[in-house]
Nanobody, 122 residues
Framework: QVQLVESGGGLVQAGDSLRLSCAAS????????MAWFRQAPGKEREFVAR????????YYADFVKGRFTIFRDNAKNTVYLQMNSLKPEDTAVYYC???????????????WGQGTQVTVSS
């Protein structure tokens, strides 16, 4: 069982940066791929980024490549999403999720946080 709690969301202006954090409970954090998804009003939840068990491999959606960075600290049971050059279209609720295998499909993930709102004004 893994419990996830996101933090770090907020209201920023276009071009600003924001760092999201996701703290996980449990002793098996390092056995999970960790991912960030987002969901804007009226849209489906979409994959943003994921990181492998040790942090050595990362994967990104095309629309965030070069702007967002996912990384993890297994000693702190935390995964982060550094978001730079934010755009209004990045406005969404951001969720972290855990899965024992690598996937960019939301339905594959067993555990989810409650989400944190990111709003980017133009």
């Amino acid at each position: 069982q893994v419990q996830l709690v996101e933090s770090g969301g907020g209201l920023v202006q276009a071009g600003d940066s924001l760092r999201l954090s996701c703290a996980a409970s449990g002793r098996t954090f390092s056995s999970y791929y960790m991912a960030w998804f987002r969901q804007a009003p009226g849209k489906e939840r979409e994959f943003v980024a994921r990181v492998s068990w040790t942090g050595g491999r990362t994967y990104y959606a095309d629309f965030v490549k070069g702007r967002f960075t996912i990384f993890r600290d297994n000693a702190k049971n935390t995964v982060y999403l550094q978001m730079n050059s934010l755009k209004p279209e990045d406005t969404a609720v951001y969720y972290c999720a855990a899965h024992q295998l690598s996937s960019d499909i939301a339905s594959a993930y067993n555990y989810w946080g409650q989400g944190t709102q990111v709003t980017v004004s133009s």
